[in-house]
Structure formats: C-alpha cells, structure tokens
C-alpha cells in the first residue's frame, strides 16, 4: 500500500525547492566571486555583492515558511528534523553568500598587485569548494547519505590549501614587500573559502541528521574529547 499523503508532505517539498533554488544562487555567487577575484575583475566583484541582497531575501522567506509550517502543523519526530534543518541549512547558506560577497570584496585591493595570486592555490582551492557545494547540494536534493560522506574528503584538502596559502603568501611579502596590502586581502579570501567548505560540511552533516536521526558533529572517541566526523 502506498504511503498516505499529507499536507504536511506539499508544504516540506516547497520548503526544500526554495533551498534548492537558494544553494543554486550561493553556488553561482561564488564561481562569479572566484572569478572576479582569479581576473582582478572589478566590475564583476560589484555585480557579485549587489547579489547578496536577494540572497538575505531568501533567507527571510525561508524562515517565514518555516515558522508557518511550524504554527500550522506543529510537526513532530521525522517532520520536526526536516523543518529544523531547513533552517540550519538556510543559515549555512546565507553565510556562504556572505562569505563570497567578502570574497568580492577584496578584488579591487588584489587589483592592485595581481602577480600576488601567483603564490597561493587559490583557485585550485575554489574548484574543491565548488565541487563541496555542488556534492552538498545534491545530497540535500536527493536524501544521499552517500554524497554526504564525500563532502568530506574535499574539506580536508581545502583546509590544507589554505594553510599552504599563508605560507605561499608569506614567502611571496618577503621577496616582494609591496605586495604587503594585496597578499593581506588574498589571506582573507582563502579564509572565506575556508569558511564556505565548512558550511558546505554543515549541510551535508544535516542530511545526515535528517536521515539517520542522528547528530554527528562532536561525536566523542576514547579519550572523551569532541572532534569533527569524518561522515566515513
């Protein structure tokens, strides 16, 4: 016999297509961020930050769906872990459009000594960014345990990207002292991509939550102290 179909069912669909459609606007507001920044672009960072605005309009009507839904229906179990994801996974993705706003933000002081991109990984670093949001996306969109666990592996090597960047970006200063100012903003856009990798790791450990009823964040191991899950 076939499942009985709730009103609750239609209304957690839409909410679920209204994040889809916001992942999809943060996602492509970072590949433009990455580019403004890899072209010295100043023109596209602009358009990149103008953005961010509709991106702070769909968190607002996230929230006010899901507080509907929550006065409405009242859900519990299954559907209560649904809707309190919908809104962690809605926060993680209006950080992720601040953050590319932030990275756009520091195009035009890069502008000024583009040769300083030359001593980081930073694009490199933005493809595995970009491949995290678009692993998380779909593991949201389809309920994929599986895809989950592969955004892991990826936050892993930007993580290690970004530390190799503080140190291509310190050596780079010392040969090259005018590049201080430059080298200074460059640091801080590998950390907003940082930053964006671990809302994408947010989103996947939400699926994962929604799935399996279960909380990964701080699990704890034998020694009794908290560390990140690897989703493995």
């Known amino acids: 016999m ?12 839409d909410l679920q297509a209204m994040l889809v459609r916001m992942s999809e606007l943060v996602s492509d507001q970072f590949t433009e961020a990455v580019d403004a920044l890899v072209r010295c672009d100043t023109v596209l960072a602009e ?6 605005d509709l991106v702070d309009e769909m968190e607002l009507e996230v929230d006010r769906k899901a507080e509907r839904l929550l006065a409405l229906y009242q859900p519990m179990a299954g559907d209560l872990r649904v809707l309190i994801i919908a809104l962690k996974i809605n926060h993680d993705l209006e950080r992720i459009g601040d953050h590319a706003k932030n990275i756009a933000k520091e195009v035009p002081r890069v502008a000024l000594s583009p040769g300083a991109i030359g001593a980081t990984h930073l694009p490199e670093m933005a493809d595995a960014v970009r491949e995290m949001l678009f692993l998380a996306h779909e593991a949201y969109r ?8 592969r955004v892991m592996a990826h936050d892993r090597e930007v993580d290690r990207m970004h530390r190799a ?6 050596t780079h200063v010392r040969a090259n002292p005018g590049d201080f100012a430059a080298a200074a903003h460059l640091l801080a856009a590998s950390k907003s991509m940082e930053r964006i990798a671990d809302h994408a790791k947010n989103v996947a450990r939400g699926v994962v939550f929604v799935l399996e009823g279960e909380d990964i964040r701080h699990r704890r191991v034998a020694s009794g102290t908290a560390q990140d899950d690897d989703l493995a």
């Not at 076939?2 to 669909?13: A, E, F, T």
């Not at 358009?47 to 961010?52: F, H, P």
């Not at 389809?142 to 666990?149: I, L, M, N, P, Y």
């Open 165 to 170: 960047n503080f140190a291509g970006l310190e």
């Open 2 to 13: 076939p499942p009985v179909h709730r009103p609750i069912d239609d209304s957690l669909s």
């Open 47 to 52: 358009t990149v930050r103008r953005r961010d």
């Open 142 to 149: 389809q309920r994929d345990r599986a895809g989950a666990s």
